[in-house]
């Protein structure tokens, strides 16, 4: 029996873990890191019943094979040299466009896989499709027309406010530019400094405990509740004029845009008070000199989202909430070794207007990946460049996605579906191949991918495989593969820019993380050894520097965010459509729990106890409005499914607003055991109705949605 230093994997939290291993070489406990610098002993349940992850019954042991209406074992090369010869006929038959690579955020688990798929399906010509263009596109959207501040923006640990919406990092665990590692521990650090905290959600969250201020807003009034907040700091000259001065164009554009979208209208529509929406403008701009904002998924998912994040945005923006020259950076960077980043904008790129559309609906592509939303359509209409051959990894969109019946019936017309996946899914059942990888502490990995995204201090860590995989399995490392089928296929895989050599074979994951790790400020090999428990470097100070000859500026207003903007303020207030007598009397909000992290981790022990269906939450004036009572069966319908519920009391919910869980339900066609499954809410929404125009992303939260009995 021994104990070794490692992380959780199960989400982008990677706290840091001891891990118990027995004389089998079998992990047998683990338990939070008392002694890991950053999460210091944190671990959610999740990641302390991992074990069920390693040796559970839904773990998928050997590749798997279709034959006829079954899986069979097969041989790791041989699935390999099927897979390849099918993906080489599709694509000499059909074009390289024909082949489809989807990427979940499963597959950050290992920051090997992060960039093996994207990288094979670019360096064998296909379609890239992901996550992020089905939940929080509007991200990359925002970023495209406004353009992004080089240096970053202010640290959230030493800022004097922060503005939560929709976003509820104590379940979540990720969130934007916030930390991620021990985010409860770290809140409550915060507001022991003084930091003020803004929440905006339909829901009084676990985030709006701490909240200074909540606005209980109705889902799919961001967009007004963002232009009212601008309204009011532009009105009262709370906003940074100089910094607007040097690095913003399109102000007054801005100011005339948000000019309707007055106090009392806004209160009006998000179902608010005035005073509140007034001292939230107050106290982020005029009260406040540091802080900035986080949007999440509720407001990425809801309507008008590409609206809403842009104007999100630009709070930060106009109040000029960026690290300015001459600042030291909290985190000069472990793996992020280059040179100190300028005071500097990088002005609006706008590269959805220079990449080829979707040949259906014409969506954009955003950073090279196609529109997710536009996937099932790709796959089922006739045409050049329909996708034939479907790649998933660390994803399970058959349960995720919405229109549930639509996305069955395109996956059951592709002529190849490979999916690599550790556990039995409903996108498993369907896969003509099923590729099963090393996961947690059998495979070697370090937390660069955290870095990349929120990490204000100079941490890392690496892990070694510490296990082998279970007796008798033969599981795959995802890098391999990645660079096996490319072999396969004659071409070279290009890792994060390296052309890997394709005579021989990569050993295992550390040849793919020492080409992550080739610009680090600390190298691999000194990681590899001092990062093991996880570490804070001591490292120089990056300063940043100043503005260079290529700075641009900020375009927070142009034409097309403006004609979006008018749109929006032209549209039927959410709040009196929730009238009596109304086809559809309740908006329907997706909610998270930490047993869950979207459809993985449902088989866990804690999860089967606590949920083993996901119930309608209602607040009780709803339910006593309707004559209903907790533990009723009741059916929730929407204008494209309906699915059965249970009803549950929820007095944190706005009055109007229901919420389930999302990522439950098993697969179309089967017997519907809802009380061991739950339900679906995709089957709810539809992907080709209530959509945005740029990028075809559908209306997944604040879904018009009636409840039926009987």
């Not at 070694?464 to 096996?484: H, I, N, R, T």
């Not at 001092?530 to 900020?554: C, H, M, Q, Y």
């Not at 204008?639 to 179309?668: E, W, Y």
Request: with cysteine; net charge negative; proline share 7%.
């Amino acid at each position: 029996m021994r104990t070794e230093k490692s992380y959780c994997r199960l989400c982008l939290g990677f706290c840091g873990l001891d891990v118990t291993i027995d004389d089998e070489e079998r992990v047998v406990a683990v338990r939070g890191d008392h002694d890991n610098p950053a999460t210091q002993g944190y671990a959610c349940i999740k990641g302390l019943e991992v074990t069920s992850a390693l040796y559970g019954e839904q773990r998928i042991m050997r590749p798997l094979k279709r034959v006829g209406d079954r899986h069979v074992e097969i041989g790791l090369e041989q699935a390999l040299d099927e897979i390849a010869q099918r993906m080489g006929a599709i694509r000499e038959e059909s074009g390289a466009q024909s082949l489809g690579f989807f990427r979940g955020t499963g597959t950050f688990g290992s920051n090997t896989a992060i960039f093996a798929y994207p990288g094979l399906a670019d360096s064998v010509g296909g379609q890239r499709f992901s996550t992020m263009t089905i939940d929080q596109s509007a991200k990359w959207v925002a970023a495209d027309r406004l353009g992004t501040w080089d240096a970053g923006r202010h640290a959230f640990e030493d800022s004097d406010v922060w503005l939560f919406a929709g976003s509820n990092p104590l379940v979540s665990v990720y969130s934007w530019h916030t930390p991620v590692q021990n985010p409860a521990k770290r809140l409550k650090e915060a507001r022991a400094r003084g930091t003020k905290i803004i929440v905006i959600d339909p829901r009084e969250c676990e985030m709006a405990k701490f909240a200074d201020i909540h606005l209980q807003i109705y889902p799919g009034e961001d967009a007004a509740v963002a232009a009212g907040l601008l309204h009011l700091i532009l009105e009262n000259q709370w906003h940074d004029a100089q910094f607007c001065q040097q690095h913003v164009s399109g102000l007054e554009a801005l100011r005339a845009a948000v000019a309707p979208f007055t106090p009392q209208l806004v209160a009006r529509r998000a179902g608010i008070e005035e005073r509140e929406l007034r001292a939230a403008a107050r106290l982020f701009a005029a009260d406040s000199r540091r802080g900035s904002v986080n949007t999440g998924t509720g407001v990425n998912m809801a309507a008008f989202p590409n609206i809403a994040e842009h104007l999100y945005e630009c709070l930060g923006i106009v109040c000029g909430r960026f690290n300015r020259e001459g600042d030291t950076l909290p985190n000069p960077g472990v793996f992020n070794g280059g040179p100190p980043p300028r005071a500097q904008v990088t002005g609006p790129l706008r590269n959805f207007e220079k990449l080829p559309r979707s040949r259906v609906r014409g969506a954009v592509r955003l950073m090279g990946e196609s529109a997710t939303p536009t996937l099932a359509e790709e796959i089922l209409v006739p045409g050049p460049g329909q996708i034939r051959s479907l790649f998933i990894s660390g994803a399970n969109p058959v349960s995720a996605m919405p229109d549930t019946d639509r996305v069955v019936e395109a996956f059951r017309a592709l002529d190849l579906l490979v999916v690599v996946e550790p556990f039995h899914t409903a996108t498993t059942a369907m896969a003509d191949y099923v590729l099963p990888p090393k996961i947690l502490f059998e495979h070697a990995d370090m937390t660069f991918g955290l870095e990349m995204t929120n990490l204000s201090i100079p941490y890392a860590q690496y892990t070694p495989a510490l296990v082998p995989p279970p007796a008798g399995s033969e599981l795959c490392d995802e890098g391999y593969v990645a660079w096996a089928l490319a072999k396969r296929l004659g071409v070279a895989l290009n890792y994060m820019g390296v052309d890997m050599d394709m005579e021989v074979a990569p050993r295992d994951d550390n040849d793919f993380l020492a080409i992550i790790a080739r610009n680090s400020a600390i190298p691999f090999d000194q990681l590899q050894r001092e990062a093991l428990g996880g570490r804070i470097f001591d490292l120089p100070a990056k300063i940043v520097a100043p503005a260079g000859e290529k700075a641009g500026r900020f375009d927070v207003m142009p034409q097309d965010v403006a004609t979006e903007l008018a749109a929006f303020f032209a549209t039927p207030p959410v709040s009196e459509q929730l009238v009596e007598g109304a086809e559809f009397d309740l908006r329907l909000i997706s909610r998270r729990i930490r047993e869950v992290s979207n459809t993985s981790c449902r088989d866990f022990p804690t999860a089967r106890k606590r949920f083993p269906y996901n119930p309608l939450c209602l607040h009780p004036e709803d339910i006593a409005r309707r004559g209903l009572s907790e533990g009723d069966e009741v059916s929730v319908v929407s204008d494209n499914g309906r699915i059965p519920a249970i009803v549950q009391a929820d007095s944190t919910l706005k009055p109007g607003v229901a919420s389930m869980t999302h990522g439950f339900g098993a697969l179309p066609g089967e017997p519907m055991d809802y009380r061991n499954t739950g339900a679906s809410i995709s089957t709810l929404i539809s992907l080709q109705r209530d959509c945005e125009p740029l990028q075809a992303m559908p209306r997944m939260s604040g879904i018009p949605v009636r409840i039926e009995v009987g």
